[in-house]
């Protein structure tokens, strides 16, 4: 049986904060953000198929992983509230863009600043919840695992921002680092 404390009291409103921005910039800007035409592709399915699962798959074990009232919840305190505060900038900037190439805000920095968020909230969520119980350990395999498939949708999804945007794209992606950092001039 779940204990009321564990890690999903974290990882609910965080994840509910973040998609109820998505569904704020998705309604302000009167379109998805993420391109549905990249979902309707083979690759598409599959990168939207397994991250369902993983996030299931996270949320469940969530429900058993306790948290770590100790210095490891005040470690990941900051990446968890990182994560979340990086992912509503990146919707920010999105909900005052109408499409095209985003370059702007957090994407000035950060080609990929969603998935930056992501990684830092399951980092926090994993350094609040260490223990050496089963579930934190399952929870922590879950975020590792999830590293390599972050990278391949990534890989994917600027593949297919490259054909759909050309030369706009191209020029973003030699100025913007992937992941984060300075841009080139």
């Known amino acids: 049986m ?31 953000i993420e391109d549905p035409e990249f979902y309707k592709t083979s690759r598409g399915k599959a990168c939207l198929t397994i991250g369902w699962i993983q996030l299931a798959a996270l949320l469940l074990v ?20 990182l994560g979340i505060a990086l992912n509503l900038a990146a919707m920010h900037s999105f909900a005052r863009f ?8 957090v994407y000035r920095y950060s080609r990929n600043p969603m998935y930056v968020a992501g990684f830092f909230f ?6 609040m919840g260490w ?3 089963v579930w934190s350990i399952a929870f922590l395999s879950l975020f590792i695992l999830s590293i390599p498939y972050y990278h391949w949708t ?5 593949a297919f921002l490259e054909r759909e945007y050309g030369d706009a794209f191209r020029e973003y992606k030699n100025r913007t680092p992937r992941y984060a950092g300075v841009p080139k001039r």
Do not use: Q
């Open 2 to 32: 779940p204990d009321i404390w564990n890690l999903w009291v974290f990882f609910v409103p965080g994840y509910g904060a973040i998609w109820a921005a998505m569904l704020w910039a998705n309604r302000k800007r009167g379109k998805p």
């Open 62 to 81: 969530s429900l058993f992983a306790p948290f770590n009232s100790g210095i490891p919840f005040w470690v990941g305190l900051p990446f968890y509230l």
């Open 98 to 105: 109408a499409g095209g190439v985003n370059m702007a805000g």
């Open 122 to 127: 399951l980092l926090g969520l994993c350094l």
């Open 131 to 133: 223990s050496t119980s």
């Open 154 to 158: 990534i890989l994917l999804e600027e």
